[in-house]
């Protein structure tokens, strides 16, 4: 079922919007998945698991939409399996390693990095899915009206740990207050609105991704806050990582996310 | 067509679900209706999580059953809007899940059960801290005490989160408000 209504851009130009939209979710639900069976706790555990589910699951509902927009043999497993890092617009902060922006990589993985992601990109979420239950690409609001309820579960889940982190043992604020130090930098580019961004707002499919930095910020204020933590100072570093421009460290990501499909082109899963 | 309508309506809902076997897919509301799609019926269904293992197993159920029943001609489509809500679980489903093991879902509509719900309703700048905190608190299924503490955000599958009754001292299963 796809009520595309009558189109209000360009069709090639609203797949990318989708695609975009539907990259960050399926990476930073590969990270998430990373901690299966090495979570700190067991509760833990099961939580970076199913939210890492719920990742995914909407990554699919996106991809497929993009899908049935474009046609011919476009399919899910085809935009998640066999694109490469250019082709790939997720942000980049969302394919930075599990151990953190310093370890290149190597180190053993850092919850409170992973934390302290999870909050700042679910209170993104939050907003955009908000906001994008009144596109005027049905099926699109349709997918965030569903993604709407997750992305705020995600939020209370992450927001508790950083406030627990923050406000718990020295070792633990440290670590937090390291983690939103090198995080936040990498929020720039998800203010900052390229061609296809306004194209996609000015068509009423997309947001305005500008005006939700303001809403974002105070919610994640109050949460760094409370959490006796730090909220850095502005940098100028800008990630491109939407731009398709990404680290080092999704190659990689894709590399293992997609070795499987890849030895098996024709598999029928 | 009407009586076929019915008939695969009444077949389709009683499907139990694969997770939790005692309620069924029209006590859940993942069975949204059964039309007349240009002469031919098509079952609607709604995905709960985005991400639940179980929305293909269900699907794959409502095609064999359908199949088996003759209906081979009937379609089995995904319906997403409106967003499936625990709120369709009806007041004898609630009466199953308890007896079941499971404390049935707080109402989401009126009373927004979350406190991101509540922050949401109240306008977007509205600050949220801690919200679990002041999130309402299931009773324990099987004594009724609503002395209970949060165990684990996430259960055995993706809708339920995991309690303890302080009372009689059994875990449980909470069904979340969703």
């Known amino acids: ?269 | 067509m009407t009586a076929r309508l019915a008939a695969i309506r009444e077949l389709v809902g009683r499907i139990p679900d694969p997770e939790i076997p005692v309620v069924t897919l029209a006590d859940l509301g993942i069975l949204r209706d059964v039309i007349d799609e240009d002469g031919a019926p098509a079952v609607l269904l709604t995905p709960t999580y985005n991400g639940c293992p179980a929305t293909e197993a269900i699907a794959a159920q409502v095609r064999e059953a359908l199949d088996a029943a003759g209906f081979a001609d009937a379609r089995v489509r995904t319906v997403l809007s409106p967003a499936w809500t625990t709120d369709w679980i009806g007041e004898d489903a609630r009466r199953k899940l308890r007896e079941y093991g499971i404390a049935p879902p707080a109402c989401m509509a009126g009373a927004a059960a979350s406190a991101a719900d509540r922050a949401a309703q109240a306008g977007a700048g509205v600050p949220m801290i801690a919200p679990m905190l002041r999130q309402p608190q299931p009773a324990c299924p099987r004594c009724g005490s609503a002395d209970v503490e949060s165990i684990s955000r996430w259960g055995s599958t993706p809708c339920k989160a995991h309690y303890r009754c302080l009372a009689c001292r059994e875990p449980f299963d909470y069904f979340k408000p969703y």
């Open chain 1, 1 to 269: 079922m796809d009520s595309q209504g009558e189109p209000t851009m360009e069709r090639a130009q609203q797949i990318e919007y989708l695609l975009r939209l539907a990259d960050s979710p399926l990476v930073l639900a590969h990270r998430l998945s990373q901690w299966c069976g090495h979570g700190p706790v067991l509760e833990e555990d099961l939580a970076l698991a199913n939210i890492s589910l719920d990742l995914l699951g909407q990554a699919r509902l996106l991809y497929q939409h993009a899908a049935a927009l474009a046609g011919g043999d476009a399919s899910e497993d085809r935009y998640a399996y066999f694109r490469d890092v250019p082709e790939f617009g997720n942000f980049t902060m969302l394919e930075l390693p599990n151990s953190g922006v310093a370890s290149a990589g190597a180190g053993d993985p850092d919850y409170a990095f992973t934390i302290v992601r999870n909050a700042m990109y679910a209170a993104w979420q939050v907003e955009l899915w908000q906001r994008l239950t009144d596109s005027s690409d049905a099926q699109l609001a349709a997918i965030a009206a569903k993604s709407l309820k997750e992305a705020r579960y995600h939020l209370e889940h992450a927001a508790d740990w950083m406030i627990r982190f923050g406000d718990g043992t020295d070792e633990s604020h440290a670590r937090a207050q390291r983690a939103l130090d090198s995080l936040v930098p990498y929020a720039s580019e998800w203010f900052v609105p390229d061609a296809l961004d306004a194209e996609a707002c000015a068509a009423g499919v997309g947001i305005d991704c500008a005006a939700i930095r303001s809403p974002w910020l105070e919610r994640m204020h109050t949460i760094a806050g409370e959490a006796t933590l730090r909220w850095p100072g502005d940098s100028e570093f800008c990630s491109t990582g939407k731009l398709g421009r990404h680290s080092e460290h999704l190659g990689y990501l894709l590399t293992e996310m997609q070795s499987v499909a890849r030895a098996h082109p024709d598999a029928a899963w």
